[in-house]
């Protein structure tokens, strides 16, 4: 039995600093950001937004165009690192949304949890979602990625920021791609790239030895919620190339084979942090499995480096990047991180792609390559299926980015920080953050969301 994926649909922040604004106010080289990483603008949530406003429309959007019937989904499984809430998941929220706009119990039936492992989960519920259709294959299944890549002002991250959702349906006799059951993986406990909890002591913001009370606080330490990770990005490139690579090889094995495996992947979608990500970290695993060995293992530190390097510039490297990486990096240029969605993004990046230049790809094999920091990789492949154009007819996605609102740096700072109070681009026909609770005691922080016609 086949079992992938049916349908697809997402939601983008519409606004968006280009990244030419951002490299001119910070005095980095634009060049670089352009053709070195390969971005062209970052995406930013209005005021109005959040990650379960993404998850929202995403999902309003895969059930109206599929004319989903909502008692037929078993389950809504949420791929997610920027939860709003320690306890009650995004998915939660999105039951109440969806029956808020398509009547009152109509998922109370629906099984729904988080996964978060950082730009994985998705992933993770992906996968989860394949195993559950697999036992029950008369149910559908949706998984939904939603974050907001959010970075300290000034840092190496900023100009990889982004934000926004992929809903995707995941059924038996997939119209899109259909899943192989092999699962390469990999995962070692590292801190390349995390959210801790931060604390600051109460007296150094009282001023008080006496730890007196401080807005309700009797603690004298101070927890503080950063959306901004605590991370080293030459150390998280390494990370993502070693899990990659060990999680490709452990695929290889899966499949038995002495072939390379990349030469019959028509596309290759991996994570992508940012545009270049892939094409800057493939060229080791293209050298290692090729037919006819570019590296021979005897090679010293800094020869191996200098061998990845020439790989990287050679022609046949830039020809194949163009052929099987450049259609999943098309969105990413234009929207930055998405986190838990980055390669469910690319694999629509690279479906509209195909899409738009009339490109027949029935039957062809995608690879996919994702990555979490924390970390862990996973190796799969899928086969492209008949039906998989009908799905695309009403998706527009390169239309959707174009349309996106430009900003200046001034209101992109404040953004940033906060400082912030009108929403930029008035909301139409979308949800929208309603209200955080901050009188009722046994509601306090309660959000409230409403959809805008
Ligand atoms: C990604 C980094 C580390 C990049 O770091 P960086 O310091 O901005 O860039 P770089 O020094 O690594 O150089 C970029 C490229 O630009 C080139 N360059 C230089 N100048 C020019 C020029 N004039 N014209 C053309 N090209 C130029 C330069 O040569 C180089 O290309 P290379 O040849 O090495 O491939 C940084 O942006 C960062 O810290 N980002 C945040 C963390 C991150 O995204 N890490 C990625 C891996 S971890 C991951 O993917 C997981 C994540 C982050 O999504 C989180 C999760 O799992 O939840």
């Given at each position: 039995m086949k079992i992938g994926i049916d349908a697809?649909?997402?939601?983008?922040?519409?606004?968006?600093?280009?990244?030419?604004?951002?490299a001119l106010a910070r005095n980095i080289e634009s060049e670089k950001l352009k053709k070195g990483l390969g971005l062209i603008k970052m995406t930013l949530p209005d005021i109005h937004q959040d990650t379960v406003v993404f998850g929202a429309n995403a999902l309003t959007k895969l059930i109206l165009n599929n004319n989903i019937k909502l008692d037929e989904i078993a389950r809504i499984y949420v791929g997610t690192e920027s939860a709003i809430d320690n306890s009650k998941p995004i998915s939660s929220f999105l039951i109440t949304l969806m029956e808020q706009k398509f009547g009152e119990d109509s998922l109370s039936e629906c099984d729904v949890v988080d996964f978060t492992f950082a730009c994985i989960g998705g992933v993770d519920a992906l996968q989860n979602c394949i195993d559950f259709i697999q036992?029950?294959?008369?149910?559908?299944?949706?998984?939904?990625?939603?974050?907001?890549?959010?970075?300290?002002l000034n840092s190496t991250g900023e100009y990889t920021q982004g934000a926004g959702a992929v809903a995707i349906l995941i059924s038996a006799n997939p119209r899109i791609?259909?899943?192989?059951?092999?699962?390469?993986?990999?995962?070692?406990?590292?801190?390349d790239f995390f959210k801790p909890y931060r604390t600051v002591s109460k007296q150094e913001i009282t001023g008080n030895t006496n730890n007196e009370s401080w807005f309700d606080n009797l603690e004298s330490e101070i927890e503080i919620h950063k959306d901004q990770p605590v991370f080293d990005g030459q150390y998280s490139n390494q990370c993502y190339m070693d899990r990659t690579k060990a999680a490709y090889f452990s695929f290889k094995k899966l499949k038995n084979t002495q072939e390379t495996i990349y030469h019959s992947w028509k596309s290759i979608v991996m994570h992508l942090p940012y545009a270049f990500q892939g094409r800057r970290m493939l060229s080791e695993i293209y050298a290692l499995d090729a037919s006819s060995a570019i590296l021979s293992g005897e090679?010293?530190?800094s020869e191996y480096q200098n061998k990845l390097k020439e790989?990287?510039?050679?022609?046949?490297?830039?020809?194949?990047?163009i052929e099987k990486l450049q259609p999943a990096e098309l969105a990413s240029s234009l929207i930055g991180n998405l986190y838990t969605g980055s390669i469910f993004m690319g694999l629509l990046s690279t479906l509209a792609h195909f899409y738009d230049t009339k490109k027949e790809i029935t039957s062809e094999k995608f690879g996919f390559l994702a990555y979490g920091s924390g970390?862990?990789?996973k190796v799969f492949e899928g086969t492209i299926q008949p039906e998989w154009k009908s799905t695309l007819a009403n998706v527009a996605l390169?239309?959707?980015l174009e349309n996106s609102f430009e900003i200046d740096f001034e209101t992109y700072e404040k953004l940033h920080k906060k400082e912030q109070k009108q929403s930029i681009v008035e909301p139409k026909n979308e949800w929208i953050l309603d209200r955080i609770e901050a009188e009722i005691p046994n509601l306090i922080g309660a959000r409230y969301y409403k959809w805008i016609d």
């Open positions: 697809i649909a997402f939601d983008v922040a519409k606004i968006h600093l280009p990244i030419k604004t951002l036992l029950n294959p008369t149910k559908k299944a949706i998984v939904a990625t939603t974050d907001f890549a959010k970075y300290d791609i259909a899943f192989e059951n092999h699962w390469g993986v990999n995962t070692k406990g590292v801190f090679e010293n530190p790989i990287s510039k050679s022609e046949e490297y830039k020809t194949f990047v970390s862990k990789s390169f239309e959707t």
